[in-house]
């Protein structure tokens, strides 16, 4: 046991509950260097609070059994953790080179004028933040957006606003919208010509990896398994009381 562990072995945890920071233990088993666990120990903490906050990182890195540094190192390189509040549907527009020849500068204008805001940011109701991404594999599909990681491609301004419409009036189901796995697991080429036609229908289940199980924890995978962005973030509203502790 480290001097970290032991240091912090009689201190209950606040934020993760025993069994999220057991996931954590196991996913540090699962790399040749455990320090390689700490994304998907990010994301358990996304999951559970919507954000990372500085006491749930410390929480993370003392299940990882590090200093929190690494942690907050980790977490401020990539652009999909949350340090801040952020709306109930966070909209990922790719602007990278395949997007981009294909027209997303008009969808994502369009994206714009029909939320309300500009990227960056947040619409005023809380609804939606709207931000700009590089690339997210789903080239043969340009322009390509992700909504809470969910895939809506072939986008163009008609699409975009029966998306937004459909968020307003909350008809958007996002369980309707593919994965990454599910977009991934096409068991055709991409056909130049007439790009996004042969996608074919994922097996029932999908195929989760066993990391992505050790993420959501087996509670979360059921259809219609929460998304911390479905959680009600806004910059208005904070935090649910409900998970204001862990
Ligand atoms: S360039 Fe947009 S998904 Fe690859």
Known sequence: MSPLELRDAETPYEILSAEEVGRIKVLRQRYPQSRSAILPALWILQRKEGILTADGMREVARAMDLPPGPVEAVASFYSMYFFKPHGRYVVEMCTNISCLLMGSKKVLDQFQEQLGCAVGGTTADGMAT??????????????????????????????????VTDMKTDKLDLHQLPTGTEVSAHRELVDLANPGANRVPLPAGGAAGSV????????????????????????????PASEASG
């Open 130 to 163: 709207l931000l700009e991404v590089e690339c997210l594999g789903a080239c043969g599909a340009a322009p390509a957006a992700q909504i809470n990681h969910r895939f809506v491609e072939n986008l163009n301004a008609e699409k975009v606003d029966q998306v």
């Open 212 to 239: 992505v199980d050790l993420v959501k924890g087996a509670a979360n995978l059921i259809p219609g398994g929460e998304h911390p962005a479905d959680r009600g973030y806004t910059e208005a509203a904070g935090a």
